[in-house]
Nanobody
Framework: VQLQASGGGLVQPGESLRLSCAASGLTLDYYSAGWFRQAPGKERVFVAETSRSDDSTYYADSVKGRFTISRDNAKNTVYLQMNSLKPEDTAVYYC???????????WGQGTQVTVSS
């Protein structure tokens, strides 16, 4: 199983980025998928999830209204559209997958997002 995250980069405050997470070795349609992030010197924290259990999406309060998680099951890929980026969004972003009744079992390698003027 492999989750390949991509799409990170350096942007200015207020700009947008879209992260992608391509899965291989598992069928994302059967899994919940999420994004987490880890800022320098801080713990990894939850950002967003698209749930397979109830087909709902969930977001951390800090990103609600700015970030959107989505999935394309035909491409076996999950996305994170990030708008109105702020310097405090700077972090390494990780995608992850889990079975509907378990914790996150599968993790990608991370992609760096830097928001700076």
């Amino acid at each position: 199983v492999q989750l390949q995250a991509s799409g990170g980069g350096l942007v200015q405050p207020g700009e947008s980025l879209r992260l992608s997470c391509a899965a291989s070795g598992l069928t994302l349609d059967y899994y919940s998928a999420g994004w987490f992030r880890q800022a320098p010197g801080k713990e990894r924290v939850f950002v967003a999830e698209t749930s397979r259990s109830d087909d709902s999406t969930y977001y951390a309060d800090s990103v609600k209204g700015r970030f959107t998680i989505s999935r394309d099951n035909a491409k076996n890929t999950v996305y994170l559209q990030m708008n109105s980026l702020k310097p405090e969004d700077t972090a390494v972003y990780y995608c992850a997958g889990r079975r509907p009744t378990s914790g996150y079992d599968y993790w990608g390698q991370g992609t760096q997002v830097t928001v700076s003027s």
